[in-house]
């Protein structure tokens, strides 16, 4: 089973600035990678597949990098509506299918 | 718009089986190469995975669970389903119904609102 672990468990930044979430895993997963965000009572949702393709409808602040086993999002200047826990999951060697533990992102 | 919707009880006895069902509306499901999934979180925890549905009625489950584990799809009522039996309370949890539409890989784009079953007697 492939291992994800984020870092750090919790990150407070200020409104307008940049946020960097780092994913690694415990082997290779190639660009298999995925993030999503969850905020309190909602459901997660898909903000980056193959590791730096943007989903549907997600803001351009949101990128994503890394291949094999680092990876990182970034918001490039964060909006009140981005504080919330943030999921990377690979899918290259499966099942199972793993997440990280998540990290959540606070106001400062 | 794709919408997912979980259904199922709130409350299942311990070692009995808990049953969910998603229904999917908003899309056609005949000829799509969609990913169905179930996913679970603990009150105040991460994700975990529970399985897979492809569309061509192939299953894959986590190996932790897979000896507990059934999910199955109906297209033509546009619904898949969940089944975990002998739950015990390590089994509460937020379960979300979730499908993947969009380019190959096993990742998830579409969710439902997830619903929380506690197992207690």
């Known amino acids: 089973e492939i291992v994800m672990t984020q870092s750090p468990a919790t990150l407070s930044v200020s409104p307008g600035e940049r946020a960097t979430l780092s994913c690694r895993a415990s082997?290779?997963?190639?660009?298999?990678l995925a993030w999503y965000q969850q905020k309190p009572g909602q459901a997660p949702r898909l903000l980056i597949y193959g590791a730096s393709t943007r989903a549907t409808g997600v803001p351009a602040r949101f990128s994503g990098s890394g291949s094999g086993t680092e990876f990182t999002l970034t918001i490039s200047s964060l909006q009140s509506e981005d504080f919330a826990v943030y999921y990377c999951?690979?899918?290259?060697?499966?099942?199972?299918?793993?997440f990280g533990q998540g990290t959540r992102l606070d106001i400062k | 718009q794709l919408h997912l919707q979980e259904s199922g009880p709130g409350l299942v006895t311990p070692s009995e089986t808990l049953s969910l069902t998603c229904t999917v509306s908003g899309v056609s499901l005949s000829g799509g190469r969609y990913y169905w999934g179930w996913i679970r979180q603990p009150p105040g925890k991460g994700l975990e995975w529970i399985g897979t549905?492809?569309?061509?009625?192939?299953?894959y489950y986590s190996p932790s669970l897979k000896s507990r584990v059934t999910i199955s799809v109906d297209t033509s009522k546009k619904q898949f389903s969940l089944k975990l039996s002998s739950v015990t309370a390590a089994d509460t949890a937020v379960y979300y119904c979730a499908l993947r539409v969009g380019p190959t890989g096993h990742y998830f784009d579409y969710w439902g609102q997830g619903t929380l079953v506690t197992v207690s007697s």
């Open positions: 999951q690979q899918y290259n060697n499966w099942p199972p299918i793993t």
């Open positions: 549905i492809y569309y061509s009625g192939s299953t």
């Open positions: 082997q290779s997963v190639s660009t298999n």
